[in-house]
């Protein structure tokens, strides 16, 4: 798990509290309303990898993703009210507030907390555009550094993987990646890695749940206190 995934947890529980304490006056205990507003998260995220995934499309068919995600998400906010009226308040309808099936209020709740993590988390427009020119096969190519899972040298020269899977020869040097790869880390005389990507299983970092690579000695410290994890004997 990298430090940006885990930030994000921990983001997400903060914003189920804060749910629940918008729902206190209409839930009669905190934890009641708080577990009632854990039910809210599928919905959020729903919302969050719904206009993810739509945002290549154009015109009608957008709209129509849109109109669907909407729906959705609603749906599951219904369903947290509903566990609600059903077992914490016994099937008593009058102990329902109307503005909890509002769907503006579940709307207005859900897509709050999904801008606000768009917002914390987002990455600044000149980084994420950020690319790098080469030259592979004898053809200039250009790759967005956001887009790059690591680096690996081989003898006279440079694979660079992209985490699509795609890779690039290149002539350029390991040591020279490293100073135009800012955000990058060095984990081995041969790998240099994209810590957004990166998660650390024993002596090995794991890239995109697909790729492996060894931590050697010399770099095993810095790696290990860059993700804040103890070093293994």
Same mark, same amino acid.
Request: glycine share 4%; no cysteine.
């Given at each position: 798990m990298t430090k940006k995934q885990f930030y994000k947890i921990i983001y997400w529980i903060i914003a189920s509290v804060l749910i629940a304490i918008l729902l206190q006056s209409s839930i009669p205990y905190f934890w009641n309303a708080w577990l009632i507003a854990l039910f809210f998260l599928p919905a959020a995220l729903i919302v969050k990898f719904g206009i993810d995934i739509i945002k290549p499309l154009k015109g009608f068919r957008k709209l129509l993703r849109y109109f669907f995600i909407a729906v959705i998400s %609603? =749906?599951?906010? =219904?369903?947290? &009210? !509903? +566990? +609600? =009226?059903? =077992? @914490? %308040?016994? %099937?008593?309808a009058d102990s329902l507030e109307k503005i909890l099936i509002n769907p503006l @209020? &579940?709307?207005? &709740? !859900?897509g709050f907390f999904v801008l606000l993590e768009h917002i914390v988390f987002k990455t600044s427009n000149k980084e994420e555009n950020k690319t790098v020119t080469i030259y592979s096969n004898r053809k200039r190519a250009t790759i967005k550094i956001s887009n790059l899972a690591y680096i690996e040298s081989r003898a006279n020269f440079t694979l660079a993987f992209l985490i699509d899977g795609s890779e690039y020869k290149n002539m350029i040097r390991i040591s020279e990646w490293e100073q135009k790869l800012k955000g990058f880390i060095r984990i081995h005389r041969s790998f240099l890695i994209n810590p957004d990507f990166s998660t650390i299983k024993g002596n090995e970092v794991i890239i995109d749940a697909k790729w492996h690579l060894p931590i050697s000695r010399s770099y095993k410290q810095r790696v290990f206190d860059y993700f804040n994890t103890v070093t293994p004997s």
């Amino acid at each position: 798990m990298t430090k940006k995934q885990f930030y994000k947890i921990i983001y997400w529980i903060i914003a189920s509290v804060l749910i629940a304490i918008l729902l206190q006056s209409s839930i009669p205990y905190f934890w009641n309303a708080w577990l009632i507003a854990l039910f809210f998260l599928p919905a959020a995220l729903i919302v969050k990898f719904g206009i993810d995934i739509i945002k290549p499309l154009k015109g009608f068919r957008k709209l129509l993703r849109y109109f669907f995600i909407a729906v959705i998400s %609603l =749906y599951w906010g =219904y369903v947290a &009210i !509903i +566990a +609600a =009226y059903w =077992y @914490f %308040l016994s %099937l008593k309808a009058d102990s329902l507030e109307k503005i909890l099936i509002n769907p503006l @209020f &579940i709307w207005i &709740i !859900i897509g709050f907390f999904v801008l606000l993590e768009h917002i914390v988390f987002k990455t600044s427009n000149k980084e994420e555009n950020k690319t790098v020119t080469i030259y592979s096969n004898r053809k200039r190519a250009t790759i967005k550094i956001s887009n790059l899972a690591y680096i690996e040298s081989r003898a006279n020269f440079t694979l660079a993987f992209l985490i699509d899977g795609s890779e690039y020869k290149n002539m350029i040097r390991i040591s020279e990646w490293e100073q135009k790869l800012k955000g990058f880390i060095r984990i081995h005389r041969s790998f240099l890695i994209n810590p957004d990507f990166s998660t650390i299983k024993g002596n090995e970092v794991i890239i995109d749940a697909k790729w492996h690579l060894p931590i050697s000695r010399s770099y095993k410290q810095r790696v290990f206190d860059y993700f804040n994890t103890v070093t293994p004997s």
